[in-house]
């Protein structure tokens, strides 16, 4: 798996355990999604994603989004 398909399955990952916090403990983790949110947006548009960074440096392979 590259980083790039890493990125999006994570982000996923966090959108869906967030609206279940939201739901079962408090509004407030509906923040966290906006997070996610809000910085998938901004790499859609810089190319930075500071979880590509972690991922390529941890040696998972690049995909051709994130450089």
Do not use: E
Request: include cysteine; charge should be positive; glycine fraction near 8%.
């Amino acid at each position: 798996m590259n980083v790039d398909r890493l990125v999006l399955a994570i982000a996923g990952i966090f959108i869906l355990v967030s609206l279940l916090l939201a739901v079962y403990i408090s509004q407030w983790w509906l923040l966290f999604t906006a997070f996610v949110g809000l910085n998938l947006l901004q790499a859609s548009f810089t190319g930075f994603c500071p979880l590509a960074k972690i991922l390529g440096k941890v040696g998972f392979k690049p995909g051709c989004a994130f450089h």
